[in-house]
């Protein structure tokens, strides 16, 4: 898949991840799968605003080439966000403190486009168990997906809890494009109210 990306791509990457919002997220209603002690995790993100003026490249790859490929993996007829909001955005963890929130997905398909490389951390982890409740519980009996800038991957994790690792070294950056695909069987507007309440406010 890097191949075909825009010649840049890294260093447009690396610059539009130095502009994600870095904080403490708290923890996802609906859809959080963290232990009850856990209320918020620090990570980064490139909101979908966001992702449209400094990407544009990725935006319209969303809605064009990757939705191509998006179809063949599904047996239903696959379509976009219609919701500017939440249709690709990008994750960003930055050192050793940061992950990604143990959680499942409400929507029915899930692009992963894996933008830099780590041999250690960094890691995309799936429950097998659908009952798991928190990070350790998904360690316990699980799926693992290396990051290799480049690589796409698509997964309907509406049932498997999953999160992203801690990173190895203080040094490292961990940038993933996350796109949010819909069915005629579960349809945009199947997305949890509490969810967008959640994030932006509103519904």
């Known amino acids: ?6 010649a840049n791509w890294q260093r447009e990457i690396g610059l539009a991840a130095a502009g994600a919002e870095y904080r403490g997220f708290p923890r996802t209603p609906v859809l959080s799968r963290e232990a009850p002690e856990v209320t918020y995790i620090q990570r980064g993100r490139l909101h979908a605003d966001q992702v ?15 939705l ?13 966000a219609s919701d500017p909001r939440y249709g690709v955005v990008l994750n960003v963890q930055r050192g050793t403190t940061m992950r ?24 995309l982890v799936f429950a ?14 699980c799926s693992v997906v290396r990051p290799q800038a480049g690589l ?19 040094s490292d950056l961990r940038v993933v494009a996350v796109m949010n695909f819909y069915t005629e069987s579960c349809p945009e507007s199947t997305r949890p109210k509490e969810l967008n309440r959640h994030l932006y406010g509103d519904e």
């Open 1 to 6: 898949m890097a191949e075909s990306l825009p």
């Open 52 to 66: 449209r003026s400094h990407l544009p490249w990725l935006y319209q790859a969303y809605r064009g080439q990757f």
């Open 68 to 80: 191509t490929l998006a179809r063949l993996a599904c047996a239903e007829q696959v379509v976009p």
């Open 100 to 123: 990604f929130e143990c959680h499942i997905d409400s929507n029915p398909l899930t692009g992963v486009l894996f933008l830099t490389n780590h041999t250690v951390g960094g890691e």
């Open 128 to 141: 097998h168990d659908t009952d798991a409740a928190d990070v350790a519980a998904v360690e316990r009996d």
């Open 152 to 170: 796409l991957i698509f997964f309907d994790a509406r049932r498997y809890p999953h999160y992203a690792r801690p990173l190895a070294k203080s």
